[in-house]
């Protein structure tokens, strides 16, 4: 058997874009299982964070350096150790890393050392990967095409396939900021009346984060990790800064800040938290009044493809059929 002409054959490829295409609805309607998993993984990480700033926080009160090391051997243990290799071999930080590749994996969700190597070293070799793929393949490939402009067209599809990790971390960030932004205002809600009731902000984040956890488990981790913090940090602000800044929102950083002048100046938390509800509330109004005014013009292209072609299949092909039939007949018989 010729394994070339099986791999360049159409009806391999269609079947295998087949095979594709029901995996990739299998595991649509598979992930939805899987959420308790995840779950269980984002309180691994917040108690990792926990431990975390607990060393940090021991270890200033002794008024030595970071002597616990357990938390950061866990975070390196995430971390293949030919990635780490790779990475530090190759010194990819210089070449792919900026001063905003942390805030942008945080945002996304993720945190450390470990995603960080993971991402600069999936920036490194999937250029690689594509490239090896899309040569071999066109040479594979039934064709005359010179070997030169095969190798070109490879590194063409490895230069696009390098910007894959990014686009990938901008939809890991669209959709975590997309869930956190629909839970806010609820949050703050709840918030308003834990503090309202007399509980504490960190009691109250505490008991936020516990009954979000079902709409938005990214706001649920983000709060226990904040509420971690306030534990722990010298500075309560710092803890608010950076709830804004691993979540990369406005309305969660207007909150944040609203709170830290609170704290600072003395004035009532939850009067700052009332305002902020309701001004979170008039937004989301304001959202859905706007999804809605852009909904007609959103609707017209699929309006004249698909409805009014039928419409008119509809209405005009009795009076064709009748037309038809007379041409057809014309002494009625």
Same mark, same amino acid.
């Given at each position: 058997?010729?394994?070339i ?7 391999f490829?269609i079947?295998?874009?087949?095979a594709?295409?029901?995996a ?6 598979g992930?939805?299982?899987v959420v308790?998993t995840e779950?269980r993984t ?7 964070e926990?431990?975390?700033l607990r060393a940090e ?8 350096g970071p002597i616990d090391?357990r ?8 971390t293949?150790?030919y990635?780490?290799a ?8 210089k070449?792919f890393?900026?001063?905003a590749t ?10 450390g050392?470990?995603?960080?190597t993971?991402?600069l070293f999936?920036?490194f070799?999937t250029?690689?990967?594509?490239f090896?793929l899309v ?10 095409r010179p070997?030169y402009?095969?190798?070109v067209y490879?590194?063409?599809?490895g230069l ?17 900021q997309k869930?956190?932004k629909?839970a806010?205002?609820d949050?703050l809600?709840?918030? &308003?009346?834990?503090v309202e ?5 960190e009691?109250?984040i505490? @008991? /936020?984060?516990? !009954?979000i *956890?079902n709409?938005s488990?990214q706001l649920?981790?983000e709060l226990?990790?904040t509420n ?10 710092r803890a ?10 406005d ?5 944040m800040t609203? &709170?830290?002048?609170a704290?600072?100046y ?5 009067q700052?938290? @009332? /305002?902020m509800? !309701?001004? *979170?509330r ?8 706007k ?9 017209t292209?699929p309006?004249?493809?698909f409805?009014l072609p039928?419409l008119f299949?509809?209405?005009i092909a ?5 037309v038809?039939?007379?041409?057809n007949n014309p002494m009625?018989?």
């Amino acid at each position: 058997m010729n394994y070339i002409d099986l791999l360049t054959s159409p009806d391999f490829l269609i079947s295998v874009l087949a095979a594709i295409s029901v995996a990739a609805v299998v595991f649509t309607f598979g992930s939805s299982f899987v959420v308790k998993t995840e779950m269980r993984t984002r309180i691994k990480r917040v108690a990792l964070e926990r431990d975390k700033l607990r060393a940090e926080e021991m270890a200033r009160l002794r008024g030595s350096g970071p002597i616990d090391q357990r938390s950061t051997m866990r975070r390196q243990a995430e971390t293949k150790n030919y990635m780490k290799a790779i990475v530090e071999g190759f010194d990819l930080k210089k070449a792919f890393q900026d001063d905003a590749t942390v805030d942008k994996l945080a945002i996304a969700g993720y945190r450390g050392q470990g995603h960080l190597t993971t991402f600069l070293f999936m920036r490194f070799i999937t250029p690689i990967i594509i490239f090896v793929l899309v040569t071999a393949y066109l040479f594979l490939a039934p064709g005359s095409r010179p070997a030169y402009l095969n190798v070109v067209y490879g590194i063409g599809a490895g230069l696009v396939g390098s910007y894959l990790p990014v686009v990938m971390l901008k939809n890991a960030t669209v959709k975590r900021q997309k869930s956190i932004k629909r839970a806010w205002p609820d949050t703050l809600d709840l918030m &308003l009346l834990c503090v309202e009731a007399g509980m504490s902000v960190e009691h109250a984040i505490k @008991r /936020v984060a516990k !009954e979000i *956890g079902n709409q938005s488990a990214q706001l649920a981790e983000e709060l226990t990790l904040t509420n971690a913090e306030l534990s722990f940090l010298e500075d309560r602000s710092r803890a608010y800064e950076n709830l804004a800044r691993r979540t990369g929102l406005d309305n969660v950083r207007s909150v944040m800040t609203a &709170l830290i002048q609170a704290d600072r100046y003395g004035t009532s938390v939850g009067q700052a938290l @009332r /305002v902020m509800a !309701e001004e *979170g509330r008039e937004t989301r109004m304001m959202d859905a009044e706007k999804k809605a005014a852009s909904l007609p013009p959103k609707m017209t292209v699929p309006l004249i493809l698909f409805f009014l072609p039928v419409l008119f299949i509809v209405i005009i092909a009795p009076a064709m059929i009748k037309v038809f039939a007379v041409q057809n007949n014309p002494m009625g018989g």
